[in-house]
């Protein structure tokens, strides 16, 4: 027999129900009585496919069958949401529809019919909204695993390091761990990326449990999680067990150096820096990724060194109490110097003994006990003191360039005086008719240049060659006017030839002198050229000079 469809009446339902209304809308209240009933039983006892069909075998009637599967099924629909299974809703919908084929009545058939197609419609509906609803997810969960892959790979393939954050650095700014800093910073950064990465892994794979979607494609999505965890996992473990490693050696350094031989005496010394460093090493094993027994042996072990400063604070005020007593004594001592020391600026003392008596203080204040700040003030106070003393200083300092400054431009008007006399003598001898005194001038101008002790040696240098070329002219021109003379020429002749011989023997041991001076090291290569021009010149008024005494040799000679 054909199952009708919802809405379609044939003719015996027509017949049976122009017959029967009375008695079908007597059955009705009766059904909607016994479904009230039989749906909280339902609710209550069928939870699975097996209760169901137990519940079912009691029932006699396959009417009764039917209502209680209906029912059961607007029970599983009403409960449901988005997220539910409906997977027992459609298993009972498959029981019932062959139940439908040994229903007799017509009547009561076609309403139980209709009932059933409704509640398949609101099922499908159901599923539909499922459907559509696991595609999102699904998209979800395939584009977070996606940019968790561009994340990892471009983690493991990163060829820069990463810059490092001012709070990084602040919080491991630590003189323990000092010698592995870069260390530390540079892996706590990656195990921070590790460290989301595993989150991540971690919370889809959970997402995706509770998620309903095809078992194939549930298991791609765990595979490709698999291979990432492959990746981040035992990275971020290899990481993990370095740190733990090297920051429990840092932590045996800082025990061993501080603690395992230390006195009680040595560590009254230091006991506010170790008591900072203890803290900022507890604070460093939580901020960085080591693992839970490195964590509980190292703050174990900073426990320890933390009972071994115990009652030392309490001993270092007592002795602070008494150090301030005898600060107080130091301090008004050392301030009544500083008073004197006002003084002597106010009374405008040499700046020297100033200095010099602020130095003293400065050292003595280095040799007595005076607490923090005290130390603070008196050094507050030495500095101002200073500052005054320097301005002084500056304004001296100021005065003597001035002064320095004239003297220098005195010196260069004298040098130029000087320079401007042995040019213009020389000019008169080369020039003109010979000046009166012409030969002590020379010696003169000598001991001007030789006395004046400012001048430079290249000056010096060239006025002593001016000099000696004038001189050579004069005597010259003394010994052509001696030779000039008719009265007595022999005798004359031999007077000059002693001078030219004199000379010669000045002028050799000239020669002789500005060579060793040339062969001499250390020389620069400006003086060195100055030596070679002087040789030079001295050997050519040699040669000249040797070249005049044969002459006039040659003259005697004949004379006589």
Same mark, same amino acid.
């Given at each position: 027999?054909?199952?009708? *469809?919802?809405?379609?009446n ?20 009766k ?9 909280a ?44 299974d409906l ?12 139940l ?22 609101e ?18 969960? *395939?584009?977070a ?16 390091k ?11 700014e630590?003189?323990? $761990? ?84 230390a ?16 803290k ?8 960085l ?10 703050? $174990? ?13 309490? *001993?270092i ?68 003191? $200073?500052?005054?003393?320097?301005? +002084? ?18 010196r260069?008007e ?13 000019d ?9 005194g ?21 000056k ?6 001016q000099i000696?070329a ?6 010259? +021109? ?9 009265d ?7 007077q ?10 000045e ?22 050229l ?12 040699? *040669? ?17």
């Open positions: 027999m054909d199952i009708p *469809e919802q809405g379609s044939t003719p015996e339902v027509e017949q049976a129900a122009c017959c029967n209304q009375e008695a079908a809308e007597n059955d009705r209240a059904d909607k009585l016994s479904s009230s009933e039989i749906s039983e339902a609710v209550q006892s069928c939870e699975s496919m097996e209760a169901f069909e137990q519940v079912v075998a009691e029932r006699s009637s396959i009417e009764e069958k039917i209502l209680f599967a209906l029912e059961q099924m607007g029970a599983l629909l009403k409960g449901a949401d988005q997220n539910s997977k027992l809703f459609w298993n009972v919908r498959k029981f019932c529809l062959p439908f084929q040994q229903l007799e009545d017509p009547v009561q058939r076609a309403n139980l019919w209709g009932r059933y197609t409704e509640l398949t419609r099922g499908r509906y159901i599923k539909t909204l499922q459907d559509e609803e696991g595609a999102f997810l699904v998209g979800q969960i *395939e584009l695993i996606s940019c968790l892959e561009s994340g990892v790979q471009g983690f493991f393939s990163k060829t820069e990463e810059e490092i954050s001012e709070e990084d650095r602040a919080a491991l630590i003189p323990s $761990l000092s010698a592995h800093k870069d260390f530390y910073l540079s892996t706590h950064a990656d195990l921070r990326w590790l460290g989301s990465f595993s989150s991540q892994i971690i919370n889809l794979r959970k997402e995706l449990m509770n998620i309903s979607m095809r078992m194939r494609l549930k298991s791609q999505f765990f595979q490709k999680l698999s291979v990432l965890g492959n990746k981040v996992f035992p990275r971020r473990k290899e990481l993990t067990e370095k740190v733990s490693e090297l920051f429990a050696q840092d932590v045996e350094a800082f025990v061993e150096r501080y603690f395992s031989r006195s009680r005496e040595s560590l009254k010394k230091s006991v506010f820096f170790l008591r900072k460093e203890i900022r090493l507890q604070q460093a094993a939580k901020y990724s080591i693992s839970s027994g490195v964590f509980s042996s190292t703050r $174990l072990g900073l426990s320890q060194c933390w009972d071994q400063l115990k009652g030392l604070e309490k *001993e005020r007592q002795e602070q109490s008494r150090l301030a007593a005898t600060s107080a004594e130091n301090m008004k001592e050392v301030q009544g110097r500083l008073d004197q020391v006002e003084v002597l600026l106010q009374e405008n003392e040499e700046v020297h003994k100033i200095r010099k008596e602020i130095e003293a203080i400065s050292k003595h204040i280095r040799g007595i006990s005076l607490v923090h700040d005290d130390v603070v003030l008196l050094k507050g106070r030495i500095q101002t003191l $200073l500052g005054e003393v320097r301005e +002084r200083e500056a304004v001296i300092e100021k005065e003597m360039k001035e002064l320095q400054a004239k003297a220098e431009q005195a260069a004298a040098i130029q005086a000087l320079e401007n006399e042995v040019q213009s003598f020389c008169q001898c080369n020039e003109g008719d010979l000046p009166e012409a030969k002590e001038r020379c010696q003169e101008l000598k001991e001007a240049v030789k006395k004046m002790a400012y001048l430079p040696y290249a010096k240098v060239a006025l002593d060659n000696n004038a001189q050579r002219s004069v005597l010259a +021109r003394l010994e052509e006017q001696m030779l000039a003379c008719p007595e020429k022999v005798l004359n002749m031999r000059v030839l002693e001078q030219r011989m004199l000379r010669r023997k002028l050799k041991a000239k020669f002789e002198c500005d060579k060793k001076l040339l062969g001499g090291s250390g020389l620069d290569f400006d003086r060195a100055q030596y070679s021009a002087m040789v030079e010149e001295d050997r050519k008024a040699l *040669e000249e000079l040797d070249a005049a005494i044969i002459e006039l040799k040659r003259q005697i000679q004949q004379f006589v």
